[in-house]
């Protein structure tokens, strides 16, 4: 069972802006498992899509990988003979967790792990590349590079599976997402206090962009297939074919 998360359980007198430190780490499982709509539905298809796209001789990339969720899923799917994954966090915290994780793992695909900053991070023979929720974190004016990057790393047929918290340009539509996904934190039992104090820690650290966004920028970055393949309230994933 993961650590309950109750970490805006209390009022604060301040809340701090979010940061993934320890604390985070220790009940990160069952925080994004009640906060993110169809995450265990995303781990899986990961790791469904990185068995189709994983190629021979060739890298699997987790960028910003936490836990290794994703890492996990590929891990256990992923059939090419000589591929292995790499994933990066610039959280020390999550890495070596995440190294605890992958340790108690019994598959046998390499994986390496990096304490690093997705923007000054490498990628080279990638047939798959994965940003779950990472992309988000990242400052807006970086964002374009890291997906050139990406792109520019991937091998023909490499694939990139983005999946980001959205905005949406109508207003209302833009409220009704917000208030759907309060109520499915709320099924999931936090109270009020809580989803607000997360709200006001999270503000300026995840900025969601719009669909229309993350398409014109994946297209912009070289790639010739973009799409959606989930979404559900405001939470979307993408798949994007070099
Ligand atoms: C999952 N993918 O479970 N470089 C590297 N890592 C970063 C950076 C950066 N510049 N900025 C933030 N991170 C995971 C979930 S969580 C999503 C991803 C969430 C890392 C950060 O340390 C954290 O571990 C992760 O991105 C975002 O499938 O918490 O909503």
């Not at 190629?55 to 003979?81: E, K, N, P």
């Not at 993350?214 to 070099?242: E, P, T």
Request: glycine fraction near 4%; aromatic fraction near 8%.
């Amino acid at each position: 069972m993961p650590n309950h998360d109750n970490l805006y359980a209390n009022p604060l007198t301040q809340v701090n802006a979010f940061t993934f430190d320890e604390g985070v780490v220790n009940v990160f499982p069952d925080m994004i498992k009640r906060s993110v709509p169809g995450y265990a539905t995303i781990i899986n298809m990961i790791g469904n899509l990185a068995e189709r796209y994983a190629q021979v001789d060739s890298y699997c990339y987790d960028l910003g990988c936490s836990l290794g969720a994703a890492t996990l899923a590929m891990r256990h799917r992923i059939q090419a003979a000589n591929c292995s994954i790499i994933g990066v966090d610039s959280s020390a915290a999550m890495i070596s967790r995440c190294e605890q994780v992958i340790a108690a793992d019994s598959a046998e695909i390499d994986v390496a792990l990096h304490c690093a900053d997705l923007c000054e991070f490498a990628i080279n023979n990638a047939s798959v590349a994965v940003l779950n929720f990472t992309l988000q974190f990242i400052a807006l004016e970086k964002r374009a590079d890291i997906l050139r990057k990406i792109y520019d790393g991937l091998k023909p047929n490499g694939v990139l599976i983005l999946s980001e918290k959205l905005a949406f340009d109508d207003e209302q539509h833009q409220a009704l997402m917000i208030e759907l996904h309060h109520n499915f934190k709320r099924a999931n039992g936090y109270s009020d206090l809580e989803i607000a104090q997360k709200r006001t820690a999270i503000e300026n650290v995840l900025i969601p962009e719009t669909l229309a966004t993350h398409r014109q920028r994946l297209k912009d970055a070289g790639f010739a297939s973009v799409d959606v393949w989930f979404q559900c309230f405001n939470f979307a994933s993408i798949i994007a074919i070099k």
